[in-house]
């Protein structure tokens, strides 16, 4: 059972350039969700999703767009990086919607552009 | 709004010492707190929870947490710490939106 999945786990960029971090999930999870993590900053959600076709924004959602075709995947675009976006993302998953629950994680991605 | 205040960045304790963590929350209502562990390089993941009924709870590797109204606290504890414990440790509330807020972590570091 490989639970919540992120490729690729390191990337670098180039400002400007685009690219999508992949999230991947067995379990059968409704909702799904992006955070990045920046030193001092813990977790700040970017976007979420409560099931396949809807999305919506977290906390800090410019310079980024998702789209939920499916219930297995949740992929992150950045369309122009910018070296703000240098950062820690990771995916995060949770079975049901009726109320907070234990969140799953993916192991990753470390994004650098410069 | 919900919150979370994680007051210490770092904590430094030797091999076998006594932990603890601390995790003040703000929150209207009875609250849904969690604790997570992110060991180097890794995602985070659940080391206990609270919804409702016992104030002190148990979790996976030898921690406990005791859940305080009064004080709107959540603090993360442990009688003896492992030099594996060394992570960041994530204080995180709920309530009426299924989406948690997070604090920003405390860095665990564990002297031999």
């Known amino acids: 059972n490989a639970g919540v999945t992120q490729t690729p786990k390191f990337q670098v960029l180039k400002t400007g350039q685009s690219m999508t971090l992949q999230c991947a999930q067995d379990m059968n999870h409704e909702y799904m969700s992006w955070y990045r993590q920046d030193p001092g900053m813990g977790l700040r959600l970017i976007h979420y999703?409560?099931?396949?076709?809807?999305?919506d924004q977290g906390e800090v959602p410019n310079g980024y767009n998702v789209s939920r075709s499916t219930t297995e995947d949740f992929p992150l675009r950045l369309l122009s990086a910018a070296p703000s976006q240098t950062s820690v993302y990771f995916c995060?998953?949770?079975?049901?919607?009726?109320?907070?629950?234990?969140?799953?994680f993916g192991e990753g991605s470390r994004l650098t552009v410069l | 709004a919900q919150s979370v205040t994680q007051p210490d960045i770092h904590i430094t304790v030797s091999e076998g010492a006594s932990l603890e963590l601390r995790c003040n929350y703000s929150y209207g209502a009875t609250p849904y707190l969690f604790w997570y562990v992110q060991s180097p390089g890794q995602g985070l993941q659940l080391l206990l929870k609270y919804f409702s009924g016992d104030t002190l709870v148990q979790g996976i590797k030898g921690f406990e947490a005791e859940f305080k109204r009064s004080q709107s606290s959540f603090n993360l504890r442990k009688p003896s710490v492992h030099w594996s414990d060394a992570a960041e440790y994530f204080c995180a509330v709920g309530g009426g939106s299924y989406i948690p807020t997070f604090g920003r972590g405390t860095s665990l570091i564990v002297h031999p």
């Open positions: 995060a998953t949770k079975g049901g919607l009726a109320g907070p629950g234990e969140l799953f």
């Open positions: 999703s409560v099931g396949a076709g809807i999305t």
